[in-house]
Antibody, heavy 116, light 107 residues
Framework: QVQLQESGPGLVKPSQTLSLTCTVAGVSISSGGFYWNWVRQHPGKGLEWIGF???????YYNPSLKSRLTISVDTSKNHFSLKLSSVTAADTAVYYC????????WGPGTLVTVSS | EIVMTQSPVTLSVSPGERATLSCRAS??????LAWYQQKPGQAPRLLIY???TRATGIPARFSGSGSGTEFTLTISSLQSEDFAVYYC?????????FGQGTKLEIK
């Protein structure tokens, strides 16, 4: 059974960098075959796809976030990470990680609040 | 970017009745369309992929149809646990995009 779990600070100050990690259990990221994604949901709003990484480091980022975004993978730790720089209150959201092109499974999500 | 538009925004249906949710893409996504269910405080759950294939463990009362730009999610006989928000998502083109959601509420 594949499980994903997000982790990272729940509070980030404006202009700083938001950093999250998604730890994968039950399958090896390096086995290939799947994209590993980040998705976010602003409070009370819909879903926004952030970007993905493949096991070999191939990435695709949502153009709306591309200039501030870095997604990386560490296959030795079986996790992948998100860094979003120069955050503002508009980046306050629940951040999910998920596997695939259609997303299954998802992590439970982690709320990140941008506030001083 | 492909824009996904769901209708209606809110759908009020009585338990036991049928619910029909729609999703339209601004350009063809073939059958690369997924549906998700989200309940408050929970992550979305995959219901349907490939426009019509039920995900593992999804009850047969959920069905999906369509191709190209027009898609439908049908719930044949609503159970109490089905009242939630439903999202469609295209994975035919990058960036992947979601519809804005349909809230299915008890009538």
């Amino acid at each position: 059974q594949v499980q994903l779990q997000e982790s990272g600070p729940g509070l980030v100050k404006p202009s700083q960098t938001l950093s999250l990690t998604c730890t994968v259990a039950g399958v090896s990221i390096s086995s290939g075959g799947f994209y590993w994604n980040w998705v976010r949901q602003h409070p009370g709003k819909g879903l926004e796809w952030i970007g993905f990484i493949y096991y070999n480091g191939l990435t695709y980022y949502n153009p709306s976030l591309k200039s501030r975004l870095t997604i990386s993978v560490d296959t030795s730790k079986n996790h992948f990470s998100l860094k979003l720089s120069s955050v503002t209150a508009a980046d306050t959201a629940v951040y999910y990680c998920a596997r695939g092109g259609f997303f299954d499974p998802w992590g439970p999500g982690t709320l990140v609040t941008v506030s001083s | 970017e492909i824009v996904m538009t769901q209708s209606p925004v809110t759908l009020s249906v009585s338990p036991g009745e049928r619910a029909t949710l729609s999703c339209r893409a601004s350009q063809s996504v073939s059958t690369n369309l997924a549906w998700y269910q989200q309940k408050p405080g929970q992550a979305p759950r995959l219901l349907i992929y490939g426009a019509s294939t039920r995900a593992t463990g999804i009850p047969a009362r959920f069905s999906g149809s369509g191709s190209g730009t027009e898609f439908t999610l049908t719930i044949s006989s609503l159970q109490s646990e089905d009242f939630a928000v439903y999202y469609c998502q295209q994975y035919n083109n990058w960036p992947y995009t979601f519809g804005q959601g349909t809230k299915l509420e008890i009538k």
